[in-house]
Nanobody, 124 residues
Framework: QEQLVESGGGLVQAGGSLRLSCAAS????????MGWFRQAPGKEREFLAA????????DYADSVKGRFLISRDSAKNTVYLQMNSLKPEDTAVYYC?????????????????WGQGTQVTVSS
């Protein structure tokens, strides 16, 4: 089964940090390009960060650049999103995604596999 499972969401205060994890079901994901997206109620799904299959290339949305960091651990077949300096406007459901392809992508339509999402709530 090809599956992505997010974890690590929760309630944090503004200015705090949180690390999200995305565990892939098998080694088939080990060289896929991976990404993180989020969606708040009434809004479209928003690209946050992407990482190449090797982990050597990354891309970030302007809204999170300098605050969020995407990384991956091939041995654990897991992708992470370290979120620092969180703001109330970061509140959303966060999703990880994988694509059949080595390079980074920023469009949701370029991703083939999606996790179930994890809620992140940032209080004032």
């Amino acid at each position: 089964q090809e599956q992505l499972v997010e974890s690590g969401g929760g309630l944090v205060q503004a200015g705090g940090s949180l690390r999200l994890s995305c565990a892939a079901s098998g080694r088939i994901f080990s060289n896929y390009g991976m990404g993180w997206f989020r969606q708040a109620p009434g809004k479209e799904r928003e690209f946050l960060a992407a990482i190449s299959g090797s982990g050597g290339r990354t891309d970030y949305a302007d809204s999170v650049k300098g605050r969020f960091l995407i990384s991956r651990d091939s041995a654990k077949n897991t992708v992470y999103l370290q979120m620092n300096s969180l703001k109330p406007e970061d509140t959303a459901v966060y999703y990880c995604a994988g694509r059949v392809g080595f390079y980074v992508a920023t469009r949701s339509r370029d991703y083939h596999y999606w996790g179930q999402g994890t809620q992140v709530t940032v209080s004032s």
